[in-house]
T-cell receptor, first 111, second 111 residues
Framework: DAGVIQSPRHEVTEMGQEVTLRCKPISGHNSLFWYRQTMMRGLELLIYFNNNVPIDDSGMPEDRFSAKMPNASFSTLKIQPSEPRDSAVYFC?????????FGAGSRLTVL | KQEVTQIPAALSVPEGENLVLNCSFTDSAIYNLQWFRQDPGKGLTSLLLIQSSQREQTSGRLNASLDKSSGRSTLYIAASQPGDSATYLCAVYPGGFKTIFGAGTRLFVKA
């Protein structure tokens, strides 16, 4: 298995632009998590899905953030419009039997 | 509310030393505890998973212990090497799909 695959690995955009981050979880995993990591705040859970259904999105910072999981093999995290304070590394993780496997992350820089 | 604390926040040791990283959690009702390693600019790599019924797990030079009653886990690294330099994160799974992470211990092993 190729593990959890995230794209893009790096994204530089200007304030106000829409950003879409993508994640392909490990086949057979039934849960998917989106995390954000910054130096100031550490690792923050944004949202998680179980069997493609959003369970808890209380970590999503604002309405500018949205996440979807249309099927078991794909999820997106969208920021619209983006702001400089959204600059961070965004991780996707998939889980099975309560064990997490992380992707390599998407480093977002909003100018 | 479950909280995870890691001490120390940073640690610098000479090569060859044995060292212990500490993790404490406030609620002993957990299903498992996982230790992760994160290299700068990279994702999180799972090192060891301890189920709630287990006391310890070993992988090579790493040994992780779990004492649920006292809310503590330790990660023991034997004969440290410069390649062990990274941030080590502890994460507990209390149930309900959500994993709680500590802020991590940043380890630097000097050659």
């Amino acid at each position: 298995d190729a593990g959890v695959i995230q794209s893009p690995r790096h994204e530089v955009t200007e304030m106000g632009q829409e950003v879409t981050l993508r994640c392909k979880p490990i086949s057979g995993h039934n849960s998917l998590f989106w995390y954000r990591q910054t130096m100031m705040r550490g690792l923050e859970l944004l949202i998680y899905f179980n069997n493609n259904v959003p369970i808890d999105d209380s970590g999503m910072p604002e309405d500018r953030f949205s996440a979807k999981m249309p099927n078991a093999s794909f999820s997106t995290l969208k920021i619209q419009p983006s702001e400089p304070r959204d600059s961070a590394v965004y991780f996707c993780a998939s889980g099975w039997a309560n064990v997490l496997t992380f992707g390599a992350g998407s480093r977002l820089t909003v100018l | 509310k479950q909280e995870v604390t890691q001490i120390p926040a940073a640690l610098s040791v000479p090569e060859g030393e044995n060292l212990v990283l500490n993790c404490s959690f406030t609620d002993s009702a957990i299903y498992n505890l996982q230790w992760f390693r994160q290299d700068p600019g990279k994702g999180l790599t799972s090192l060891l998973l301890i189920q709630s019924s287990q006391r310890e797990q070993t992988s090579g030079r790493l040994n992780a212990s779990l004492d649920k009653s006292s809310g503590r886990s330790t990660l023991y690294i034997a004969a440290s090497q410069p390649g062990d330099s990274a941030t080590y994160l502890c994460a507990v799974y209390p149930g309900g799909f959500k994993t709680i992470f500590g802020a991590g211990t940043r380890l630097f092993v000097k050659a």
